[in-house]
């Protein structure tokens, strides 16, 4: 059995609660639809770097992440696979030195995710990351969607 986090930044504004990635999201209903095909013996687990919602869903300061990387590091202990959900998770992650795959957010307002193609090859690439024994590869060192080195 796998343990895969997913790591996004806050909790929504539309959210009914602070968990991360709560099912009255647009975010995470879209999610749900990237993850489906995930092998059923896996564990997906959900957190983000801050717990709390923010004012008007605004990105979180270098000095917020820095302020939730202890708690953060805890969540992630129990990891086997752990995928960034935007930019935002992929910083705090890479303070922390950990291996991670990046993903877009899943928000429906994000731009990123209009290009169909490109979306569907990495989806099919985070579950082939998924999938592999003990390697880990972040989008900020390796495009496996398209195949290019991205240093």
Known sequence: MVTILFVGSNPSNASASNSAFHGSTRSAQILAQWTKDIDQSSVKTYTNVLDVKTDKNRPLKTDEIKANLARLNK?????????????????????????????????????????????????????????????????????????????
């Open 75 to 151: 969540d992630i202990e129990s990891a086997d696979r752990v995928v960034a959900l935007g930019k935002t998770a992929a910083k705090a992650l890479g303070m922390l030195g950990i291996a991670f795959y990046e993903m877009p957010h899943p928000s429906p307002r994000n731009r990123a995710n209009n290009d169909k193609v490109k979306l569907t090859r990495m989806i099919q690439s985070m579950h082939e990351y998924l999938n592999r024994n003990n390697l880990c590869v972040s989008q900020n060192t390796l495009d496996i969607s398209m195949g290019t080195d991205r240093k």
